[in-house]
């Protein structure tokens, strides 16, 4: 089971951005989708997190700018990001806690994706 991050790119302050994160190979479930960025010498935080019933959370910081959904038939998990400032700059990850064929419970990072915010 892999997870595939993208949609990250240059962007102007005040415009938008949709990144997606996509599960692939023998699933069952995902319970748990995420989303967390980090930024040159910070500690990677916590953007946002949806639940599989739907449950959100987000990251103090995002303050009604992003929105976190997920499609369960395509096993793929969006974020959309609008009035980006320029201290949104950062590679995001998504994460998910899978269930596979076997129902065994796996902890798994996408491979980042850049968000770059130009003032």
């Known amino acids: 089971v892999q997870l595939q991050a993208s949609g990250g790119g240059l962007v102007q302050a005040g415009g938008s951005l949709r990144l997606s994160c996509t599960a692939s190979?023998?699933?069952?479930?995902?319970?748990?989708m995420g989303w967390y960025r980090q930024a040159p010498g910070k500690q990677r935080e916590l953007v946002a997190d949806i639940t599989y019933s739907g449950i959100k959370k987000y990251g103090d910081f995002v303050k009604g700018r992003f929105t976190i959904s997920r499609d369960n038939a395509k096993n793929t998990g969006y974020l959309q990001m609008d009035s980006l400032k320029k201290e949104d700059t950062a590679i995001y990850y998504c994460?998910?806690?899978?269930?596979?064929?076997?129902?065994?419970?796996?902890?798994?990072w996408g491979q980042g994706t850049q968000v770059t915010v130009s003032s």
């Open positions: 190979g023998k699933i069952s479930r995902i319970d748990r």
């Open positions: 994460d998910a806690y899978i269930l596979n064929e076997f129902l065994r419970g796996d902890h798994l």
